[in-house]
């Protein structure tokens, strides 16, 4: 069924129907933040998506990644081979260290998986590839063998990982928020706050007394620097200067200005002002990714007591405005995690 031009034909607008689960590996899976992925979906059918450039790859007639067709890669058998054990594929992957037979089904469907990922990594060279569908329940038994066959078959092999979405993955896709085939940072926020008028672009100072902002030990500093550590970037305080004279402090920053940080942090108990000081900085950051030229990512981090504030609709407008949110744990030196989303 044409789904696409049947909901064209109903609404009178040009309708797409894409690959969500390369789509969702992409907004809340392990592909988040990188540019260029390949996306296996491993099930009862065998798929492919890509993301090239930060933006799902289509190609003009929508077909891109559809290299599951060609049946000289054995992809549209090689899901029937493991069924046809008469036992869940999960049970012939658990069943090949000591199962022969078992073990010569798993070579043959690996096999097939890694020609059909070795040819879209050659063509593409992209920085991860993502194994998700059913299948990818099967982790290490699956995932250690065709991490060795495609180094095998190609000149540089990328990190291989099982989707964290697992089977959902298509589910998750199916309602994610974000403009299909946006860049992962340029939402409908910023697309809207974008037309409010003639953007400001800032450009950052050159401050030597940078860090006098977030005192030696001070929660904020700790949370910086274990923002920075998690996403392998070097962040600061940064103040920035508008065209007409006037500075913005933007609490934490990267050397490339494609990291923009704003922090939370509590001083004693919670108070429902921090919800206001939240929006706030959210505003805040979309205003600066903006500004910003350079800027890419919009993060804030949060001590876990403020995450009460988040409560509601604001974290589903965070995510929805594409700002990521960190929640620090102010355990010894302390480290962040990402706010888990509902």
């Keep these: 069924m044409n789904l696409s031009g049947y909901f064209a034909s109903r609404f009178g607008c040009q309708v797409n129907a894409e690959n969500d689960a390369t789509l969702a590996e992409h907004w809340r899976g392990c592909a988040r933040h990188i540019d260029d992925v390949v996306y296996i979906l491993a099930g009862r059918r065998t798929g492919a998506g890509m993301i090239v450039g930060g933006r799902l ?16 890669l054995g992809w549209c058998d090689a899901p029937g081979d493991l069924e046809a054990r008469g036992a869940d ?27 059909g990922i ?31 066959r495609v180094n095998e078959l190609c ?30 940072w340029e939402t409908r926020g910023k697309r809207v706050f974008s037309t409010l008028g003639k953007m400001r672009h800032v450009t950052a100072l050159e401050a030597p007394t940078e860090w006098s902002r ?28 508008l065209p007409d004279g006037n500075r913005v402090e933007v609490e934490g920053m990267d050397v490339e200005g494609r990291v923009l940080v704003q922090l939370v942090a509590n001083q004693g108990a919670y108070k429902p002002a921090y919800r206001n000081k939240v ?41 929805d405005l594409g700002i990521e949110i960190y929640v620090f744990d102010g355990a010894g030196a302390g480290s962040v995690t990402p706010l888990p989303l509902a």
């Design 279 to 319: 929006m706030a900085d959210m505003f805040k950051l979309i205003w600066l990714r903006d500004a910003v030229p350079t800027a890419e990512r919009a993060v804030l981090v949060v001590t876990e007591l403020i995450v009460q504030a988040l409560g509601g609709w604001v974290a589903c407008a965070a995510a």
């Design 214 to 241: 977030l005192s030696e030990g001070s929660v904020e500093r700790r949370m910086l620097l274990a923002l920075g550590d998690r996403l392998g970037n070097s962040l600061r305080p940064k103040p920035l200067m």
């Design 155 to 184: 000149l540089t092999a990328p990190r291989t990982e099982v989707s964290e979405l697992g089977d959902e993955s298509v589910a998750h896709g199916a309602g994610q928020p974000r403009p299909v085939g946006a860049n992962p």
């Design 118 to 148: 070795s040819a879209r990594v050659l063509t593409l060279d992209p920085d991860l590839v993502v194994i998700g569908g059913g299948l990818s329940r099967a982790g290490d038994q699956l995932l250690q063998p065709l991490r060795d």
């Design 57 to 72: 790859h289509r190609g003009p007639n929508g077909a891109a990644g559809e290299i599951g067709n060609l049946r000289l």
């Design 89 to 115: 594929a999960e049970a012939v992957f658990s069943a090949a260290p000591s199962d022969l037979e078992a073990a010569d089904t798993v070579r043959a469907y690996v096999s097939a998986l890694a020609n």
